[in-house]
């Protein structure tokens, strides 16, 4: 999908904004907090506002799912399944969103990115230490899983997130291990949901690409400040740009 009467200024504010956003979700996630709001202010449709913030998303797990496995943060034979469960999930719910009213859907998202800022802000950190698994490995690669894959189809902002806090609620997982099976199960959600989202021609491909150049320096910049920023202080400036964001998007439409 491509938009018509777009201009270099909002390729360059999408870049700048995928940069920023990059940057946070090395250090803190809730990444997608800022792009989605930001694609939508830029005219950009709901469907393909989804569709095109996988294909700009995708660069950060893809990337951080290779160097766990080649650093063997995690290993094949530990995370196949789990892939494909969240594949599953991911597909199916980004077929169902499809069938959603475009309108309904300019409502419901941002609602729910608020609610999840506001969720992204009260959690709790998650523990550092290995715990007693709640759910045997099979139920949860069954049931959770794809519920969480699900959610990425649907929607996506803070998927890494809910991901990390299930392995250690409810695996048992510490942080760390928790978050390096994360990023491949985000990794696999993000795929199936964007080959979903581009088979339904629901991606810009132009600002996703600008995007995706935006997030890979805002990686890279991030990966730089990964131990000296307070990560409590970035969770407050993400949800303060992503609800002042949701406000803007409020205007233009004219709910405000």
Do not use: C
Not at 62 to 90: E, P, Q
Not at 181 to 195: D, E, G, T, V, W
Request: aromatic share 12%; proline share 4%; net charge positive.
């Amino acid at each position: 999908m491509e938009l018509i009467g777009f201009s270099l200024d909002l390729l360059f504010v999408l870049f700048l904004v995928a940069i920023l956003a990059g940057f946070l979700d090395t250090l803190a996630g809730g990444g997608g907090l800022i792009t989605m709001p930001a694609l939508m202010i830029g005219g950009v449709p709901p469907l393909a506002a989804l569709g095109t913030n996988k294909l700009q998303g995708s660069v950060g797990t893809a990337t951080s799912t290779f160097m766990m496995l080649k650093h063997r943060r995690i290993k094949w034979h530990d995370v196949k399944t789990l892939m494909l469960f969240s594949f599953i999930g991911s597909a199916l719910g980004s077929i169902a969103v499809q069938f959603i009213n475009p309108t309904t859907l300019s409502f419901a998202i941002p609602f729910a990115l608020l609610f999840i800022a506001i969720y992204f802000i009260i959690s709790p950190m998650p523990g550092h230490i290995e715990t007693k698994p709640r759910l045997s490995k099979k139920i949860y690669q069954a049931s959770v899983v794809p519920l969480i894959g699900w959610y990425d189809g649907m929607f996506g902002p803070g998927t890494g997130s809910f991901f990390s806090l299930a392995g250690v609620s409810l695996r048992g997982h510490s942080l760390v291990n928790a978050t390096a099976f994360a990023k491949s199960l985000n990794f696999s959600s993000n795929i199936a949901s964007l080959i979903i989202f581009m088979f339904a021609g629901q991606v810009v491909l132009l600002f996703g690409i600008v995007m995706m150049l935006g997030q890979a320096v805002g990686a890279w910049l991030g990966s730089h400040y990964l131990f000296k920023i307070n990560p409590v202080y970035l969770r407050l400036l993400i949800v303060f740009m992503s609800v002042g964001m949701l406000i803007k998007y409020a205007l233009n439409i004219g709910w405000i």
